[in-house]
């Protein structure tokens, strides 16, 4: 079973502050995605990172995909309350199966006013 | 609006209790899936579908079966409902790696 091990679980703070939450494999992904998910609905996703060292920029929101694809973080700068949510990574293609992605538990992101 | 959609929204059951959740998308995507997400336990695939005529087994297939009517339709159902079942459910499509998942709104189920 490939795990992906998302960090820190909660994440609470102040609207203009900077943040980045971790996501950690042992194992290698073909790709990787980040998807954010508000109560009441189901994950939307974000990106998706392919090569290893890749960055994209997402308006405020700037993702890295780990030089070995082992890895990847996400950085929002200036958070707003807009922001709020569960942040999941899911990796892609580890062990031969590019059927199904493997899911991290989450950073469960909340931006106070 | 293109999409997944995923019927009922809310169900309460009585333990041992049997029901089909469906899930239906637009886009033409090959591959399908469902998923339970439960607090702590992230999301965890049940069953998928990478095309149609074809399923196999996720990490928690135990108390469930599903039908790949067609490209468009994946179903899910519980035989015999159990209180362990009660979670949210979501049903996700896509047409290939390594482009992402689309998801549905999800089913609440409780089972009691």
């Known amino acids: 079973t490939q795990l992906l091990e998302q960090s820190p679980q909660f994440l609470s703070i102040q609207e203009g502050e900077n943040l980045t939450v971790y996501c950690n494999s042992s194992?290698?992904?073909?790709?990787l995605q980040w998807y954010r998910q508000e109560p009441g609905e189901g994950p939307v996703l974000l990106v998706t990172?392919?090569?290893?060292?890749e960055v994209k920029k997402l308006k405020r929101l700037t993702f890295q995909f780990g030089d070995a694809r082992k890895d990847s973080s996400l950085h929002i700068t200036a958070a707003q309350p807009g922001d709020t949510g569960l942040y999941l990574c899911?990796?892609?293609?580890?062990?031969?199966?590019?059927?199904?992605?493997?899911f991290g538990k989450g950073t469960l992101l909340t931006v106070n006013p | 609006n293109a999409g997944v959609t995923q019927t009922p929204k809310f169900q309460v059951l009585k333990t041992g209790q049997s029901m089909t959740l469906q899930c239906a998308q637009d886009?033409?995507?090959?591959?399908m899936y469902w998923y339970r997400q439960d607090p702590g336990m992230g999301l965890r695939l049940i069953y998928y579908?990478?095309?149609?005529?074809?399923?196999d087994k996720g990490e928690v297939p135990n108390g469930y079966n599903v039908s790949r009517l067609n490209k468009r339709e994946f179903s899910l159902r519980l035989e015999s409902a159990a209180p362990s079942q009660t979670s949210v459910y979501f049903c996700?499509?896509?047409?290939?790696?390594?482009?992402?998942?689309?998801f549905g709104s999800g089913t609440r189920l409780t089972v009691v």
């Open positions: 886009m033409n995507h090959n591959s």
């Open positions: 899911a990796g892609d293609g580890s062990g031969g199966s590019n059927y199904k992605l493997t």
């Open positions: 579908s990478a095309s149609e005529g074809t399923t």
């Open positions: 996700a499509s896509r047409e290939d790696a390594p482009y992402g998942y689309t």
């Open positions: 990172v392919v090569t290893g060292g």
């Open positions: 194992s290698v992904f073909s790709s």
